[in-house]
């Protein structure tokens, strides 16, 4: 999810948590009215209470829209593998995969906020703790009964987190001003929580950039149980070893990737008008839209994958190709020259 999708969501379910928190008032209001006035009740709700009342009812409503009613029912699936994220945004480290783990963590932040401004018994860390454990259990279990999503261990632990780092940061602020003794090392050992995590994510992104060729994406993100499966290989290795050069892909920068892009549709079909591609930027991949055409392409090394979405035309049937068909199709083309792979083409043509 990009940034600007982020934001533009955020902004659709703040509108709608202020009309789900005008709706609780009105009810909320009636039900205080008949308990002061026929019930003759003696507690009065503060303003501070009505306050944090309807912002954490707000945000308890942003955060089911996000993580619920955003989504289509097509998941129902769960994973069980704890960390198992982390191990798939370690190995392939594109910014989507970070990006997500992060704002799961964030999402969280809040809550951990707001309840110690709301009641003393939340300015305890089991409290707070148990609290935004109980919320994210309840959100991943409603994701996994209506399929509205998958239920996720990882995203537990990240909300979990997020409501830490939320009490951190508002305990060390309470701390500071109170007038008691030794407050600041009390105001440090409460923000060492945050410290903590955002030395961590510092510590992975600094030692990955440290390092040359960067990570396998092809590592496993989790173990399976293979013992009694059977794996049977018509290939005969060799078992004679060599030595093969390792390189770096070019890279594209966005001004290449576009005139890469604007090349490959005209290349399938010159009557695509490019100059209103629609393109949505999520760093190291670009994605261009145009007509009935899609094509994903990774600025890192240059790779792409292409979807042509005109089969789903009424007016179209589909037809079988022939192995000369394809390897017409598959020749390089002169625009395209600079990003071709000769030698790929002629092991696809050989292998047909």
Do not use: C
């Not at 039900?31 to 944090?52: A, E």
């Amino acid at each position: 999810m990009r940034i600007d999708e982020i934001i533009s969501s955020l902004k659709e379910y703040i509108f709608f948590a202020i009309a789900g928190v005008i709706i609780l008032a009105v009810i909320i209001g009636v039900v205080y009215v008949i308990y002061k006035k026929f019930l003759r009740g003696r507690k009065n709700i503060t303003i501070r209470q009505t306050v944090m009342t309807g912002l954490i009812s707000g945000y308890i409503i942003v955060i089911l829209s996000i993580t619920i009613l955003n989504r289509s029912s097509v998941y129902g699936s769960a994973n069980f593998h704890f960390l198992s994220s982390y191990k798939e945004a370690w190995n392939n480290f594109s910014v989507r995969n970070w990006q997500y783990l992060i704002f799961n963590i964030i999402m969280f932040v809040p809550l951990g906020i707001l309840l110690p401004l709301t009641h003393k018994n939340f300015q305890k860390i089991t409290y707070i703790l148990s609290a935004g454990f109980m919320l994210t259990f309840v959100v991943e279990i409603l994701q996994r009964i209506t399929a509205f999503g998958i239920f996720e261990l990882d995203d537990i632990f990240n909300n979990v987190i997020g409501t830490l780092v939320g009490y951190s940061i508002v305990m060390t602020v309470i701390s500071l001003n109170k007038n008691q003794k030794h407050k600041y090392r009390k105001a440090f050992v409460y923000f060492s929580p945050f410290l903590i995590v955002v030395a961590l994510f510092a510590g992975m992104f600094i030692y990955y950039n440290l390092q040359e060729f960067g990570n396998l994406s092809q590592n496993y993100d989790y173990k399976l149980n293979v013992k009694n499966a059977d794996i049977i290989s018509d290939i005969v290795f060799s078992e004679d070893t060599e030595m093969v050069p390792v390189y770096k892909a070019p890279s594209l920068n966005k001004d290449k990737s576009k005139k890469f892009a604007a090349d490959f549709f005209n290349s399938i079909n010159t009557n695509i008008d490019t100059s209103n591609m629609e393109i949505l930027d999520y760093h190291e991949e670009i994605v261009y839209r145009v007509s009935r055409y899609s094509l994903w392409l990774n600025n890192i090394d240059g790779s792409y994958r292409y979807t042509d979405f005109s089969f789903f035309d009424d007016d179209i049937n589909p037809k079988s190709a022939s192995a000369d068909i394809l390897i017409d199709e598959l020749k390089p083309n002169d625009s395209l020259q600079d990003y071709s792979n000769e030698k790929l083409f002629k092991k696809i043509k050989e292998s047909l």
